[in-house]
C-alpha cells in the first residue's frame, strides 16, 4: 500500500544534500513504514539552516515532495497562501494519483482550501488528522473553518480527545511519540528516581508567552529564599521569538535557569530522565500535546493546564498536577506543591505512568491505523 501525507512540517537540506524535517512528524512517518509500502510526504521545504531539532528520513521508501513555505497571520502571508494554492492542489493531485490512501494534517493555512477540494474532488480513500484543541470555544477563523468542514464530511478524523456530541467520524486518536524500546528506557529511569536532594524541572517547546514561559519564570522568581534553595536547575529546551525577553526576566533572580535552545530527541529525552517536574502552563491552541507523554514516561511528573484533552489524561493529584485556572500565581502554587510533596506522595504520583504511556507508542497507534482507519480487522498488534 502507498500513503500520501500533506502537512506543513518544516523541511531543509544538510550539507551533504540529506532532507530532514521536524522530527516529532518525521518520525511519526518513519514508523509508519510498519503500515505502508510507500510513503509520499508533501510539506513545505525552507532554504534556511536546519536546525538541531530536526532528523531525516530511514528509507528511500519515504520520498519528500516540496510545496511552497506559505502561512502565518499577516494580511501578506494570507495572500501568498492564495497565490500559491493552484501550485499546491496541482502537486497534491499529482502525488495523490500515485498512492492508495492519502492524510491531511490540520489544522493548517494550507488545509483551508485542501479539505474542500480533497472533499469536493477526489474520492481516493483517506482521512484527516486534527492536531489542534478539537473543543477550543474561539478559535481563529482558518480554525474554525476547518473544523466545521471536517465535522460535515464522510471521511475520518482523528482527533485529541473524547468529546460530546461527537462525530461519528471523529475518532479519538493519541499522537505517537514512543517506542516499546524507549518504554523499557523510561521503566528503568523511574526506578532510579527519588526526590531526595534539590529538585529540576524542565519545559519543552515554543519559547513563547502563549506557551506559558513568562508564567513560569515570574512563578520560580516568587518563590521565598527558603524554596529557591530546594531546587537545582530549570531546564527550558526550545527557541522563538522571545527567547532574549525571557533571558533577561529570568536573570538575578537566584534561580539556575538553563536555555539549550533546540536540541534533538536523545537529548530531551536526558533533560526528561534528570527532571523530577515538567511544566506547560499553555493557553496555547493545544490537543494533547506529545512533549507531556514522553516526560511522563522517563519520570517526569506534568504540572500541565487544565485545557483541551490534557484533563482527560492527567489526572490532579493522582498522576500529575493540574492548573486550572491559568496564571502566574497558580503555576507558582503548583510549584510550591510539588517542592512540598512527600516521597511517598511523589513515587504515588510516579506510579501510574504506564496506563498512560502505552497508549503513545507507535506500535499501539499504527494497529489502529490498520484496524479504524484501514479496516483490517484481522491485524495483529505491531511490536517493534
Request: hydrophobic share 35%.
Amino acid at each position: 500500500m502507498k500513503l500520501a501525507i500533506i502537512s506543513h512540517t518544516e523541511h531543509y537540506k544538510t550539507n551533504d544534500g540529506t532532507i530532514v524535517g521536524w522530527s516529532p512528524t518525521v518520525n511519526e512517518i518513519n514508523h509508519l513504514l510498519e503500515v505502508f509500502d510507500e510513503i509520499f510526504h508533501i510539506a513545505m521545504f525552507h532554504n534556511d539552516k536546519p536546525p538541531p531539532s530536526v532528523m531525516p528520513y530511514v528509507s528511500d521508501k519515504i520520498k519528500f515532495i516540496p510545496i511552497p513555505t506559505v502561512g502565518g497571520t499577516t494580511i501578506l502571508s494570507k495572500l501568498k497562501i492564495i497565490w500559491n494554492a493552484p501550485q499546491i492542489i496541482r502537486t497534491v493531485s499529482k502525488t495523490l494519483r500515485q498512492v492508495d490512501y492519502f492524510q491531511l494534517r490540520t489544522p493548517t493555512g494550507i488545509g483551508v482550501f485542501l479539505i474542500p477540494y480533497l472533499t469536493f474532488f477526489f474520492k481516493k480513500k483517506g482521512w484527516f488528522k486534527y492536531a489542534g484543541n478539537w473543543n477550543q470555544k474561539n478559535p481563529p477563523l482558518g480554525y474554525r473553518w476547518q473544523r466545521w468542514m471536517l465535522k460535515h464530511q464522510q471521511r475520518k478524523v482523528t482527533i485529541n480527545g473524547k468529546w460530546n456530541n461527537q462525530p461519528k467520524q471523529c475518532l479519538t486518536f493519541e499522537n505517537p511519540c514512543l517506542t516499546l524500546k524507549d518504554l523499557e528506557i523510561g521503566q528503568q529511569v523511574v526506578d532510579t528516581k527519588n526526590k531526595g536532594g534539590k529538585l529540576s524541572f524542565c519545559f519543552v517547546g515554543r519559547l513563547e508567552k502563549e506557551k506559558g514561559v513568562e508564567r513560569i519564570i515570574e512563578a520560580f522568581k516568587a518563590l521565598s529564599k527558603e524554596e529557591k534553595v530546594k531546587i537545582d536547575q530549570v531546564h527550558l529546551v526550545g527557541n522563538g521569538k522571545d527567547l532574549k525577553y525571557f533571558k533577561n526576566l529570568s536573570k538575578d533572580c537566584n534561580i539556575n535557569f538553563k536555555y539549550h535552545e533546540f536540541l534533538n530527541q536523545k537529548e530531551v529525552f536526558k533533560i526528561y530522565g534528570s527532571s523530577h517536574f515538567f511544566l506547560l502552563p499553555t493557553t496555547a491552541s493545544e490537543g494533547f500535546p506529545k512533549v507531556i507523554a514522553e516526560a511522563i514516561n522517563f519520570g517526569c511528573i506534568p504540572i500541565v493546564s487544565n485545557i483541551s484533552s490534557i484533563g482527560q489524561y492527567i489526572k490532579h493529584n493522582e498522576n500529575g498536577l493540574l492548573i486550572d485556572n491559568v496564571n502566574s500565581e497558580n503555576v507558582l502554587k503548583m510549584i510550591q506543591t510539588a517542592l512540598n510533596l512527600s516521597e511517598s506522595d511523589y513515587k504515588r504520583l510516579l506510579e501510574d505512568r504506564k496506563s498512560i504511556v502505552d497508549k503513545f507508542t507507535f506500535s499501539h497507534y499504527n494497529f489502529r491505523i490498520h484496524t479504524e482507519l484501514l479496516n483490517y480487522p484481522e491485524a495483529e498488534p505491531l511490536r517493534y
